[in-house]
């Protein structure tokens, strides 16, 4: 498995409950930028529109080589995922007020680009300080278990 690109603050800002596995709707001159590690979702965040999910503001730089000089670099690009996890996570964003979130852009053992995404709840202020907290008791003990 290769990463692509990551969303590091995922977990900071989000509880993450389910994460799911998808396949993305890409060009092929999209394949061989991402091949170059050209990719990242750092900002992006994923839509339900007409029943389908749509990963947006994901940013994959243009392939130098390629003809098509007009491609959109953050153009919306459709999730592909079987119904059964498509009601689920559809359901759950509706119903419970959980988040879409875009976690880990990889290319699979087969090489197929893949995109994780996760149902999340937001967290609070106090919330992410808590996480911080925990981070860095866990660093400190870790340093003393070391000095032991």
């Not at 993305?24 to 170059?36: A, C, F, M, P, Y």
């Not at 509706?94 to 197929?112: A, H, Q, S, W």
């Not at 999340?120 to 870790?142: L, M, P, V």
């Amino acid at each position: 498995m290769q990463i692509i690109a990551a969303n590091k603050k995922a977990n900071h800002d989000y509880l993450i409950n389910d994460k799911f596995e998808a396949g993305l709707v890409l060009t092929g001159s999209e394949v061989k930028s991402l091949r170059n590690n050209t990719g990242s979702i750092k900002e992006s965040f994923i839509i339900e529109k007409d029943g389908e999910l749509w990963l947006t503001n994901c940013f994959i730089k243009r392939y130098s080589s390629s003809n098509d000089h007009s491609s959109d670099t953050t153009r919306r690009r459709k999730i592909l995922v079987n119904k059964k996890e498509l009601n689920k996570i559809i359901g759950a964003s509706r119903r419970d007020g959980m988040t879409i979130v875009p976690i880990t852009l990889y290319f699979n053992e087969k090489g197929i680009a893949k995109l994780t995404i996760a149902l999340a709840k937001g967290k609070k202020k106090h919330d992410k300080r808590e996480s911080i907290k925990e981070k860095e008791w866990g660093i400190k003990k870790q340093r003393i278990i070391k000095n032991l």
